[in-house]
């Protein structure tokens, strides 16, 4: 048709479709959503956090509702790189969507390592590195907390990588732009934010956490406006694109984002509530656009006025 | 496994606490399997957010190409809460059938079905299923238990299935006063079955899965976790492994039953 509008957005060297992804940890290594969701659709799959070995991951109890959103300590649990490449990553070259993987160390050493092996696999078309995990060397404080910490273990990654390289940041931060401008410096093509932030619920008749980690990560509607003053903050600050992630249940949220600077989003706990989320708000951004008389995506992207 | 927003045709009190509501659903769940759940959703709002998992309670041919899902659930908590004042004509998201259900039994000798409490909710559909082949019907047994008499749920649907119940109650109020897991072993020991499905309270599916090892039957569990997505996508519903410590099993994937050797108990 001619007059659908031209979705497409490049993030840092990756053409993508359309700016509709979805957020690591919440679409699995998406054939889990195959029977939901025109997986063929999506601007990106970026799938479940990525590390050398397997990973088992926090005991349950995991998650915990909290008022529109929820917490999760589900501790990274993966197959491991080894596995992910056999088992998992042909469904996904099946499809015509760019693979993006998600990954993390508990080293910047392992990081590394990682980066470097996935660089000789066909079928990864970016890397995203979440530096939001604690680095055992610096007594476990995360990585994405020290703009020396987030610098080094991005610089060491680019070193193994060609692939566009997307550093994904922490909210835990009193002033998330020192962290952007550090990882811009180390070589990023582009930034995702926000993770999830630090939370912590109790259960009162037993008197304890209600998730056995203590700690967990809150996502969901309950963290959108966080996530768009950081991405604001952030789009102001870098001149790299920039991935809105936080709270993204409609087309409207995403449009949010994009309209602050965001060049795409990604979907995360909407995934859960309503699993063909993506096709919705693609669909929302579409008839925006069309609405709008915008002919691309990019003519709205960081329109907004203050 | 569909995403379908289904219209409540039936919804009604079975005790206190306890509703049964009946959606009309797609065909395919004609073919779900005792055991297998489903995640519900109101769909306007967001308090809960996260659907809600429930057992595939019954499930009736309708027409052609419709079936009758049923769900028999407890109000304990808001989405419960929200669910119970849901009325015919209104509707619900719906994503199922999903899951591991029930194994067929084996090709012969006695089978227990266990519940305690709402663990009934499966065992009905379990039964049904089971009762579909006349000659088995008499090898089935059933063990209902509950705190109270109002706990012990659907007694009335196994009866007009024709099997056999035993009831237990913590308090007396309705059959032996006792844990049902009493009378189970207790059957055991006189005659052998060669399969005992069971669900209900945790300390109650210890013990069951206990006579795994004891007796060496085989028992099937059907477990409960907090679950997020219901697709194994979210890692919330990990189970301890209990052959390989380093890994756990995911209760939406390959649960909600397992094999009680395969799963440590919590
Ligand atoms: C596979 C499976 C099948 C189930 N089948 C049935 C059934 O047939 N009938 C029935 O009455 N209940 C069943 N449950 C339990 C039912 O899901 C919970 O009672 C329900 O989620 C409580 O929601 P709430 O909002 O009322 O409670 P709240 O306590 O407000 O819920 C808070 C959070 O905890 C979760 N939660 C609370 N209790 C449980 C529980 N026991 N198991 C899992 N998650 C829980 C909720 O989903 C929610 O995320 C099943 C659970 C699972 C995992
Ligand atoms: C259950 C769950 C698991 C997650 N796992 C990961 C992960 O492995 N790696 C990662 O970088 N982010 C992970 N996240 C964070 C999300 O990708 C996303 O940044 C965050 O949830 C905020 O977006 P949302 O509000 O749309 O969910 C996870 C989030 C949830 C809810
Ligand atoms: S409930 Fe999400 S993986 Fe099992």
Aim: some cysteine; charged content about 25%.
């Amino acid at each position: 048709m001619n007059d659908s509008p031209d979705l497409r957005v490049d993030i840092g060297g990756l053409v993508l479709k359309n700016p509709v992804m979805t957020a690591s940890g919440t679409f699995g290594y998406g054939r889990e959503f195959a029977e939901l969701v025109d997986l063929q659709r999506l601007g990106a799959v970026v799938v479940k956090g990525l590390s050398l070995q397997p990973s088992m991951g926090n005991p349950p109890p995991r998650i915990a509702e909290t008022a529109c959103g929820m917490l999760n300590a589900i501790g990274l649990e993966n197959v491991g790189v080894e596995a992910f490449v056999r088992e998992k990553l042909p469904f996904l070259e099946t499809l015509s969507v760019p693979v993006i993987v998600n990954i993390y160390g508990k080293t910047v050493e392992e990081y590394a390592e990682l980066a470097g092996r996935l660089d000789s696999v066909e079928g990864v078309s970016a890397v995203e590195v979440n530096i939001s995990c604690p680095n055992v060397k610096a007594g476990g404080v995360a990585f994405g907390v020290d703009p020396e910490a987030a610098y080094t273990v991005v610089r060491e990654v680019r070193l193994r990588t060609a692939r566009p390289l997307i550093v994904k940041l922490s909210p835990n931060v009193s002033d998330v732009t020192k962290i952007a401008e550090k990882a811009v410096d180390a070589g990023a093509d582009a930034l995702s934010l926000i993770n999830t932030i630090t939370g912590m619920a109790v259960d009162v008749e037993r008197r304890r956490p209600k998730l056995a980690n203590v700690t967990g990560g809150l996502s969901g509607p309950a963290v959108k406006p966080v996530a768009l003053r950081m991405v604001w903050e952030v789009v102001k600050t870098v001149n790299v694109p920039v991935i809105g992630i936080g709270g993204i249940m409609t087309a409207e949220d995403a449009l949010e984002f994009l309209i602050t600077g965001a060049a795409a989003v990604e979907v995360g706990t909407a995934n859960f509530v309503n699993p063909g989320a993506t096709m919705d708000i693609l669909d929302g951004i579409e008839a925006y656009l069309v609405k709008h008389g915008i002919e691309k995506v990019t003519d709205l992207i960081g329109t907004l006025e203050i | 496994m569909i995403d379908e927003r289904m219209e409540i045709i039936g919804a009604e009190p079975v005790s206190t606490d306890c509703y049964r509501m009946t959606l009309q659903a797609h065909i395919g769940y004609a073919d779900a399997r005792p055991g297998q759940f489903v995640m519900v959703r109101i769909p306007d709002g967001l308090t809960p957010l996260l659907r809600r998992p429930f057992s595939i309670h019954r499930s009736r041919r309708l027409s052609a190409s419709r079936t009758a899902l049923e769900i028999l659930y407890r109000v304990v908590g808001k989405g419960t809460r929200r669910l119970a004042g849901c009325r015919p004509g209104d509707r619900l998201d719906v994503l199922g059938p999903l899951g591991r259900g029930f194994s067929d039994p084996p090709a012969s000798g006695p089978l227990f079905l266990a519940a305690g409490g709402m663990g009934v909710a499966p065992m009905v559909f379990l039964a049904d299923r089971l009762c579909r082949d006349e000659k088995r019907r008499r090898d089935i047994r059933v063990f209902l238990g509950g705190r109270t008499a109002e706990e012990l749920l659907c007694r009335d649907r196994f009866e007009e299935l024709g099997l056999p119940v035993v009831l237990t109650t913590d308090d007396g109020s309705d059959g032996d006063q006792c844990l049902v897991t009493y009378p189970i072993e207790e059957q055991i020991r006189l005659i052998p079955p060669t399969m005992i499905y069971a669900c209900g309270p945790p300390g109650m599916l210890s013990c069951i899965a206990g006579f795994a090892d004891t007796y060496g039957i085989r028992v099937e569990v059907s477990i409960e976790t907090l679950m997020a997505c219901g697709l194994g996508a979210c890692l919330a519903c990990a189970v301890a492994d209990r052959r390989d410590r380093q890994r756990y099993r995911h209760a939406c994937l390959h649960g909600p039953v397992f094999d009680a050797r395969e799963i440590l108990l919590p």
